[in-house]
């Protein structure tokens, strides 16, 4: 306070005075510090209004929080207590959960009897809220043993700007409605609002009586800014840092609010450290246990995948010896329960795992030949089953025990239709055409990639599936080659539900094809679905103008837009404008990705949004290797 102070100045002036075995010239020095601090900690005058105050030249106003969210994300009182221009004081009084099971079980009573009471519906859905909310309290206490604490928050708003203080009180106001929190200006307790936040005084019985409130000790306290401005969840591995230094601690599986799924989306032009942020993100999973497996269309991955660290598998899966992926194995219809008598009665209950698989072969063959007719296509389903059920395969067969060796191959489904195509009769001609389409994929130049059973079989954590050389071949054969390696890393997702697995598209506009946009739709569909599997699927692209295309913008702008996390990279022109329409960027946001800063990038996590600098150790970025990504 101003009168403490200036009584514990004189008193260190009258000591100075006095010497104490000092000189003259060292007591007038001492004068001097005093008055120049009297000048610098106590203002020229204080002024207290009704709703507000004036303290010196700055217009002031205490606000008190006299409720709080009965639900709160890590952090979130930093929101709070990081408002530019205001000064925050909390109290807290350690009580026993007797009294605060007592006081919560009245305000339930009150509540509930508002409900009753009042005729205004808002009214009533309010009261009720309200008494929801202080029974989760209760049922906190009671099945999780949470410990209770008093609290009492309070904020004061300084400016010497007129029009600057009202915009700091209306920020404030609207930060604490976001929150969930109920704020209030201390009417007629300006006063005993500045006492309680001067730490010279001790808390004041009024301001404790209108503000105090009960609530979880563990809540608020994770509530707390541990560091400025920062993103942090508590848990999970370490991202980077925010533009104030503050760590960012990232756990991708965490839920709650609008974080509805693990997956991430990166832009970034060339050189802006979008794969080095890639490699970083996966290579701290794989050190909390996640599977990782990365489709790599530039050759970027292998260094990493096959350094002693990861002990990786590195697949060529462009023909390469080890990498095929049979397109007629069936895979498996993954269940939507953990209960194995509910996934058994799910898969008796299912169209079965032969019905389930045709639908993606008609994909797969609308890829490769898209000039095929109707009527081909009908014949090559009716081919397609007859070769399944001499295989042992009808349309209730579960396939989930079968090995690789028990499918057919295309040779098989080429020799068949042979067959037919000798026949005499209507359809021989149509056959002989379908024959004809096949030849390539059974005997010809497509058959490395097909005709054999799967080989892929890696037990490693870390795989990565090497498309490169898949860019030099025609558009079908890519378009129906990525589908096919994308059905095989769904499979992954969904083979075990509690394992968690993360599946990387970097360079995914390679697989875009506005002519066949299946590979997008099938991305898109893996998105949504992933985090019944603890899945993650991370998208990384140069520019969002593929996925934008109008002949495939219904796939590829939700690709981009469904998962939870984006990271933009620096980029300019027509990639700049579509990210700040596509993710609502506000002029700041979109000024900064567009000014080049290497290694930084905007982070959107649900509705929040914050700076990302990747500052990684020289060792950190050896484990990358040399392909790219640097």
């Not at 010196?56 to 994300?73: K, L, V």
């Not at 993103?231 to 991708?252: E, M, V």
């Not at 054969?477 to 769904?490: G, I, R, T």
Request: glycine letters at 8%.
């Amino acid at each position: 306070s101003e009168m403490c102070i200036r009584d514990r100045i004189l008193s260190w002036k009258n000591t100075a005075e006095k010497g104490h075995g000092m000189n003259n010239k060292k007591s007038e020095v001492q004068i001097s510090v005093n008055t120049a601090l009297q000048a610098s900690i106590t203002p020229i005058g204080i002024d207290f209004e009704m709703n507000q105050l004036r303290l010196g030249e700055n217009y002031c106003c205490i606000f008190a929080i006299t409720d709080y969210p009965s639900e709160c994300d890590y952090g979130w009182l930093s929101k709070l207590t990081n408002i530019p221009g205001t000064i925050v004081s909390i109290n807290s009084e350690p009580i026993d959960n007797g009294e605060a099971v007592n006081e919560i079980s009245k305000k339930i009573r009150m509540y509930r009897g508002q409900a009753a009471s009042t005729k205004d519906p808002r009214e009533r859905q309010r009261c009720q809220k309200a008494a929801d909310d202080q029974e989760k309290i209760m049922a906190k206490m009671d099945q999780n043993g949470e410990v209770m604490g008093k609290w009492n928050t309070t904020i004061m708003v300084l400016s010497r700007d007129k029009e600057d203080y009202n915009s700091r009180c209306d920020r404030v106001k609207n930060v604490a409605s976001i929150l969930g929190c109920k704020i209030r200006v201390l009417s007629n307790l300006q006063r005993e609002g500045y006492q309680q936040i001067s730490p010279t005084y001790p808390q004041i019985k009024r301001i404790q009586e209108t503000s105090s409130r009960y609530f979880p000790v563990s809540t608020f306290v994770g509530g707390f800014p541990f560091s400025s401005g920062g993103f942090n969840d508590g848990k999970g591995f370490y991202l980077g840092k925010n533009s104030s230094g503050g760590l960012i601690l990232l756990d991708l599986w965490k839920r709650g609010s609008s974080r509805t799924n693990s997956n991430i989306t990166v832009v970034g032009g060339s050189g802006s450290g979008k794969s080095t942020a890639i490699k970083h993100i996966i290579a701290s999973e794989y050190a909390r246990g996640t599977k990782i497996i990365v489709i790599d269309p530039e050759g970027e991955y292998k260094d990493m995948c096959l350094n002693p660290l990861f002990e990786g598998s590195w697949i060529d899966v462009a023909g390469g010896r080890g990498g095929l992926i049979n397109p007629l194995q069936i895979r498996p219809v993954p269940p939507d329960t953990d209960d194995e008598s509910t996934a058994e009665l799910q898969k008796n209950e299912s169209i079965g795992d032969l019905a389930v698989h045709l639908k993606t072969l008609q994909t797969f063959f609308r890829l490769y030949i898209p000039s095929m007719d109707d009527r081909l296509r009908a014949l090559l389903d009716q081919a397609l089953v007859e070769m399944y059920h001499k295989f042992g395969i009808t349309w209730d067969t579960d396939v989930s025990s079968f090995s690789a060796e028990q499918f057919p191959i295309l040779s098989d489904l080429y020799n068949l239709i042979a067959e037919k195509a000798k026949l005499k009769d209507n359809n021989a001609v149509y056959y002989e055409d379908l024959k004809t389409y096949l030849e390539g994929a059974a005997n010809g130049a497509d058959h490395l990639l097909w005709n054999g059973y799967t080989t892929i079989n890696p037990q490693s954590g870390f795989i990565v599936l090497d498309t490169k050389s898949l860019i030099q071949m025609s558009g079908t054969v890519l378009a129906a080659q990525y589908f096919n390696v994308l059905s095989w890393c769904w499979e992954q997702i969904t083979h075990d539900r509690k394992e968690r697995i993360m599946l990387v598209a970097d360079e995914c506009w390679t697989m875009i094809d506005p002519r066949c946009p299946q590979s997008l739709e099938f991305l898109k569909n893996a998105e949504k679905r992933a985090r019944k599997y603890e899945g993650s699927i991370i998208v990384g692209t140069q520019s969002t103008n593929d996925f934008l295309d109008p002949e495939v913008k219904f796939y590829g702008q939700s690709v981009l837009d469904l998962p939870t996390f984006k990271l933009l990279f620096s980029m300019d022109g027509k990639s700049l404008k579509e990210t700040t329409e596509l993710f609502d960027l506000n002029d700041a946001q979109s000024d900064y990705i567009s000014s080049g800063q290497r290694g930084t990038a905007l982070m959107k996590v649900g509705n929040q949004a914050v700076i990302v600098r990747f500052e990684l150790s020289e060792e950190r970025l050896e484990m990358f290797g040399r392909g790219g990504g640097r």
